[in-house]
């Protein structure tokens, strides 16, 4: 029997009863594609290298622990874990931006900016799709005059100028209603883990 001639499920099945060579070629066969979507995303060989070890690690464990069932989407699968441990590596290094009580506030900043990935495959536009669903959802616990200067800011695309025409307040009164709708937006993104998470 010639293992590359099987099926990713069938290998996969291969591997969790005993057979190491099943996960060598399953390796082989995604290894290319999953440590170019890193390398595209880091722009660091040395840190490609170490999150792609990551993925596959963590691949591993998942099968021998009985929680993999994916029922043979095995490299859509793969490249989510990838994804996400990519994700973790910009939290560490701040790299995504964030707003808190001690940022200084940028108006331009839009709580729907993200890591830009150029081309997105289906599997990050997919991603996308959900958390802005997500975040859309989150607003709706916004106390009303920020969950309304959200919409304005965010969806009418509206000036914070015209914001404070059209509400009879002054500009700083809109910046800081602003600010802290994003303030709270970041404490509900924490407190539900939202950020890309499959």
């Known amino acids: 029997m010639v293992l590359s001639n099987l099926g990713d499920s069938e290998l996969i099945t291969f591997y969790i009863n005993g057979n190491e060579k099943a996960f060598e070629t399953l390796l082989l066969r995604h290894k290319d594609r999953i440590y170019r979507y890193i390398y595209s995303k880091l722009k660091d060989g040395q840190l490609s290298n170490d999150v792609f070890q990551d ?6 464990n998942t099968i021998k622990l009985g929680n993999y069932n994916e029922e043979g ?12 441990l990519v994700i973790d590596h910009f939290r560490r290094q701040k790299k995504m931006r964030t707003i808190s009580e001690t940022s200084q506030f940028d108006p331009s900043y839009s709580i729907f900016q993200k890591i830009d990935s150029g081309e997105k495959n289906y599997i990050e536009t997919k991603t996308q799709d959900e958390l802005e669903t997500q975040m859309v959802s989150l ?26 025409e059209q509400k009879d307040i002054s500009i700083n009164t809109a910046l800081g209603r602003m600010r802290y709708a994003l303030i709270n937006m970041r ?5 539900h883990k939202l950020v890309i998470d499959f």
């Open 139 to 164: 607003i709706d616990h916004l106390p009303e005059v920020q969950k309304e200067i959200i919409r304005l800011r965010i969806f009418q695309d509206m000036s914070f100028k015209e914001i404070a």
């Open 55 to 60: 993925t596959f690690v963590k691949v591993v």
């Open 73 to 84: 989407k095995f490299l859509p699968w793969c490249m989510r874990i990838a994804h996400n």
């Open 187 to 191: 404490k509900l993104i924490d407190k």
